[in-house]
């Protein structure tokens, strides 16, 4: 949804006046609350991406799991954070 937003200088108005407008109508526009609210939005993540993630997480896991039974990581980093290939 475009909205645009026209202001010109009328009369004796300086350049202040005329960005005053402006920042009036984009005020009563609502366009700066739009804008705010979806500044930092990010888009659902499709399903297909979310099966990847979803994989990726398990695979993790096992390996993680297998590491630990052949005697390659220590039982005791279970839940602490672990830097791969160190």
Same mark, same amino acid.
């Given at each position: 949804?475009?909205?645009?937003?026209?202001?010109?200088?009328? /009369?004796?108005?300086?350049?202040?006046? *005329?960005?005053?407008?402006? &920042?009036?109508?984009? +005020?009563s526009?609502? @366009? *700066?609350?739009?804008?705010? $609210? @979806?500044?930092?939005?990010?888009?659902p993540?499709?399903?297909? &991406?979310? +099966?990847?993630?979803?994989? +990726?997480? @398990?695979?993790?896991?096992?390996?993680f799991?297998?590491? @630990? $039974?052949?005697?390659?990581?220590?039982?005791? *980093?279970? /839940?602490?954070? *672990? $830097?791969? /290939?160190?």
């Amino acid at each position: 949804m475009a909205t645009n937003i026209e202001v010109g200088k009328t /009369g004796n108005d300086n350049t202040g006046a *005329v960005l005053r407008k402006f &920042t009036q109508r984009m +005020r009563s526009a609502g @366009i *700066v609350q739009k804008m705010r $609210k @979806i500044r930092y939005r990010s888009r659902p993540l499709s399903k297909s &991406t979310r +099966r990847k993630e979803a994989l +990726r997480k @398990i695979n993790r896991r096992e390996e993680f799991e297998r590491l @630990i $039974k052949e005697g390659k990581l220590s039982d005791s *980093v279970r /839940g602490k954070r *672990v $830097k791969w /290939g160190k």
